[in-house]
């Protein structure tokens, strides 16, 4: 099922307490690494699940101990589509 949270991007969607749960709700269900993309904003990646969330947390504090420039989890980084795959390259 394809998700449309173009609505995170509008602050009168957050005014709608059920319309948010839904939403969310539905991203955890369907899509818990959610990478929401719109042209006026920098790409965005919504971490919907409680064990996802703790170890991307988890490792970044790890990371901040150990003065490390790289960012991500690699747990979660296994999960996400390529960059590439994202713009729609192909080769």
Known sequence: MTIDASQLYDS????DN???HDLFTQMRKDDPIHLCQNANYPDLWHI??????????RFSLAKA???CQSIGCPRIASRLPSRSARRGDHG
Do not use: L
């Open 12 to 15: 009168a969607f957050w005014a």
């Open 65 to 67: 101990n150990a003065r």
């Open 18 to 20: 059920q319309a948010v």
């Open 48 to 57: 919907t699940k409680h064990a996802d969330i703790f170890e991307v947390d």
